[in-house]
């Protein structure tokens, strides 16, 4: 049990910084790199928004465990 609660932080915290990392370019605070089709794209600001709160949901239901 504790690979799979292991597993689920581990997982859980990528997608969050994944997340967090799509957010800050679609909404044009990271421009890097400085030939992404994502900066200052609403559509990816959204989609990292969503993917970090999956991640979140994840670490936490690991921590239930």
């Keep these: 049990m504790i690979f799979v609660r292991t597993l689920a ?4 915290l990528l ?3 994944a997340g967090v990392f799509v957010a800050l ?6 421009k890097w790199p400085a030939g992404s089709a994502m900066i200052g794209e609403r559509a990816w ?3 990292g928004a969503v993917f970090a709160a999956v ?3 994840i670490v ?4 239930r465990c």
Aim: hydrophobic fraction near 60%; charge should be positive; avoid cysteine.
């Design 9 to 12: 932080m581990i997982v859980g």
């Design 15 to 17: 997608a969050i910084a």
């Design 25 to 30: 370019q679609g909404t044009g605070i990271l």
């Design 45 to 47: 600001a959204v989609r």
């Design 55 to 57: 991640g979140a949901i």
């Design 60 to 63: 936490w239901l690991g921590r």
